[in-house]
């Protein structure tokens, strides 16, 4: 493994300030894989044999029933999926594909699991990793159930802009149909909710977004810290559709 790349693992929150054998066993235990774009990697209902880390590429969580299909998070370098059915052994709920070529290192969860038993850091950062995923999983299950289609992009496109520092014109990180499964709706109701949004400050032009009127916007999605946040807590986790802020 490349330093440079050993040191970027290195940095994310789950790894930091863990002993240095802990880190380097992890290591020594992990496999280092490039996978081409549309390859499923993780089966939801598999048993949890791997911690994967996102070193390149992008990488879909998605989950399935009765012939139907929901975006659950995507996942960008650097950053971890899916902790939580690696600390207690159980399936996985959810299954990824990588949305183009990606680079992953996949850590095995007996290792992980012997990590978090014998080193007290790395403990206490897996259970700031679970937390935050938990707090994000809140924050997203509220705004499906207290906002409109409407609000709930406004919203959406609002976080994208302070990500980027409250630019006014931006890229949408992610293709639409994505966006609009993550979101509980159509790709045909996300789009004539895109057109409606010209009238409370907002322009969509294919992937391009430029907000027009920040103060109408921000009203009709009505943000909130408690829905909204920012939360560093949170944010550490890294596994979001919108981009993880920064930790």
Same mark, same amino acid.
């Given at each position: 493994?490349?330093?440079?790349?050993?040191?970027?693992?290195?940095?994310?929150?789950?790894?930091?300030?863990?002993?240095? /054998?802990?880190?380097?066993?992890?290591?020594?235990?992990?496999? =280092?894989?490039?996978?081409?774009?549309? &390859?499923?990697?993780?089966?939801?209902?598999?048993?949890?044999?791997?911690?994967?880390?996102? &070193?390149?590429?992008?990488?879909?969580?998605?989950?399935?029933?009765?012939?139907?299909?929901?975006?659950?998070? &995507?996942?960008?370098?650097?950053?971890?999926?899916?902790?939580?059915?690696?600390?207690?052994?159980? @399936?996985?709920?959810?299954?990824?594909?990588?949305?183009?070529?990606?680079?992953?290192?996949? &850590?095995?969860? /007996?290792?992980?699991?012997?990590?978090?038993?014998?080193?007290?850091?790395?403990?206490?950062?897996?259970?700031?990793?679970?937390?935050?995923?938990?707090?994000?999983?809140?924050?997203?299950?509220?705004?499906?159930?207290?906002?409109?289609?409407? /609000?709930?992009?406004?919203?959406?496109?609002?976080?994208?802009?302070?990500?980027?520092?409250?630019? @006014?014109?931006?890229?949408?990180?992610?293709?639409? !149909?994505?966006?609009?499964?993550?979101?509980?709706?159509?790709?045909?109701?996300?789009?004539?909710?895109?057109?409606?949004?010209?009238?409370?400050?907002?322009?969509? =032009?294919?992937?391009?977004?430029?907000?027009?009127? !920040?103060?109408?916007?921000?009203?009709?999605?009505?943000?909130?810290?408690?829905? =909204?946040?920012?939360? @560093?807590?949170?944010?550490?986790?890294?596994?979001?559709?919108?981009?993880?802020?920064?930790?």
């Amino acid at each position: 493994m490349p330093h440079i790349l050993h040191q970027d693992i290195r940095r994310l929150p789950l790894f930091a300030g863990i002993a240095d /054998e802990t880190f380097q066993d992890l290591m020594r235990a992990a496999y =280092d894989q490039q996978i081409p774009p549309h &390859v499923t990697v993780v089966s939801e209902g598999a048993p949890a044999d791997f911690l994967h880390v996102v &070193v390149e590429g992008m990488v879909e969580l998605f989950a399935s029933t009765q012939g139907r299909e929901a975006t659950m998070a &995507v996942v960008r370098p650097v950053s971890t999926f899916i902790l939580a059915a690696c600390v207690r052994d159980a @399936p996985y709920l959810m299954s990824a594909r990588t949305l183009q070529r990606s680079r992953l290192l996949l &850590v095995p969860s /007996e290792n992980v699991r012997a990590a978090v038993a014998t080193d007290s850091r790395f403990a206490l950062n897996a259970m700031q990793d679970l937390a935050g995923c938990y707090r994000g999983l809140v924050r997203h299950t509220k705004n499906l159930k207290l906002r409109n289609t409407r /609000e709930r992009i406004a919203a959406y496109l609002l976080r994208q802009s302070r990500l980027i520092g409250d630019a @006014p014109g931006f890229t949408l990180p992610v293709e639409k !149909r994505l966006i609009a499964s993550y979101m509980g709706m159509t790709p045909e109701n996300l789009s004539r909710a895109f057109k409606s949004l010209a009238a409370d400050g907002c322009k969509i =032009d294919g992937q391009r977004v430029i907000i027009t009127d !920040r103060v109408r916007l921000e009203a009709l999605a009505g943000l909130s810290l408690l829905l =909204d946040g920012p939360d @560093p807590d949170a944010s550490a986790a890294g596994v979001s559709l919108p981009l993880p802020e920064a930790s």
